[in-house]
Each structure stands twice: as C-alpha cells, then as structure tokens.
C-alpha cells in the first residue's frame, strides 16, 4: 500500500544516514502479500511445534538416562528439561485452543 503516489510528491529529497548501526537502515518495510503472511504463519506454527515435541524429546531422554544410569545425568539438569517441556506443550496446547475457539466463533457468524 502506498501512502503517497509519487506524481503528488515535491520536494528536495533528503538522504538517511545510520550514525548507529543497531537503528533501521531508513529503507521502508516492502508490502507482503496475504499469501507470503499465511505461509509465514503456518511456518511459525510449525517451528513452534516442532520445538516443543523436540524439548519433550528431550526431556524423555534425560529421564530415561536417569533411570538407566544416575550418574550420567544431574538430576537438575532432569527437572530443568521437564519444565521446558511441561511450559512448551501448555502453551502450544492454549494457542490451539484459541484457533479452535476464534474458528467455533466464526462458524457461529452464520
């Protein structure tokens, strides 16, 4: 979307400098199309998803590694892993939640 056509515009062109290099480069963010926002979503979705079943995983192997052999694992390290894992699928579990709420919202609209 354009904010100002270019044939309404005068004016002295003024350049942007970047005296920090952590501020924005001073060039406009382009336009994405609904299809390149839907694709991005359902790749967010699935690098959510996949992070969460890898942290479970995760999780399963240190406790199996405690209950073969003690020693090789610190149990905090046990507990920590679990928390991850425990955090991850509660909150993958709320947000499909909401999807299936805003989606049973939707369909009620009719």
Do not use: C, W
């Not at 309404?8 to 609904?34: A, M, Y």
């Not at 699935?46 to 590694?65: C, F, I, P, R």
């Not at 894992?85 to 369909?107: F, H, P």
Request: charged share 20%; aromatic share 2%; hydrophobic share 40%.
């Amino acid at each position: 979307m354009d904010i100002f056509d270019s044939m309404h515009v005068s004016g002295h062109k003024i350049g942007l400098e970047r005296t920090n290099p952590r501020h924005l480069s001073g060039k406009l963010p382009q336009n994405q199309s609904e299809d390149s926002s839907a694709t991005g979503f359902s790749q967010a979705m699935v690098k959510a998803l996949n992070g969460a079943n890898a942290l479970q995983q995760e999780s399963t192997s240190l406790t199996q590694a405690m209950l073969t052999d003690p020693e090789s694992v610190d149990s905090h390290d046990v507990t920590i892993a679990m928390a991850k894992a425990n955090m991850a699928v509660t909150m993958t579990k709320s947000v499909v939640d909401g999807a299936i709420r805003a989606y049973k919202e939707i369909i009620s609209l009719r």
